[in-house]
């Protein structure tokens, strides 16, 4: 029975073994969302936000899926708190202002096999821009305690400065302190509670 039931929670689309459709919820303690961009001209500046929420709502059709996500600005950390609390001065994020950043899909493309194009609007600092992730699909499955589990990585490059993220200074050298690209990474779980005589209910 268990079994049948699970099976009948997912099923096949162009090679690829998905979730039938409904909503899933991100889990926060296996959601990882970084940040990367050249500082010096020279190295790379890491960081990451620990405060993402993000829902996930399954289509039949994969590509007819929709993603909300909204990260707090605040909860940034690069391992230096001078500089955490530089990035959120009114110089960068204004957490202050803008407490929150976020992305909604508007369009899901299917590349080959489990690759897709996972466009939408990124709003920084109150401002909105059309942005595309490339996306990859890592699976689906079923914790040990039911909850069905649908794993989900993407990565993006978009120019900082067109969301009012300009702040820079002039090196002696040559070039400026900070580059303007940014790269955007999401590794991210999302769950659907179990149901009755899913995989580990009893």
Known sequence: MAEAHATGNLHPWNGLTVPAAGVFTLDPAHADVTFAVRYLMVTQIKGRFGDVRATLTVGEDPTASHVEVVVGTASLATGEDDRDERLRSADFFDVVHHPELTFRSTRIAHVEGNEFVLA????????????????????????????????????????????????????????????????????AEFTRPAQPDTPGRS
């Open 120 to 187: 939408g609007d990124l709003t920084i600092r109150g401002t909105t821009r059309p942005v595309d992730f490339r996306a990859s699909f890592d699976g689906v499955g079923f914790d040990p305690w039911g909850a069905q589990v649908v794993g989900l990585s993407a990565r993006t490059e978009i120019d900082r400065e067109r969301w009012g993220l300009t702040w820079n200074r002039a090196l002696e050298t040559g070039g400026v302190l900070i580059g303007r690209k940014v790269v955007l990474e999401i590794d």
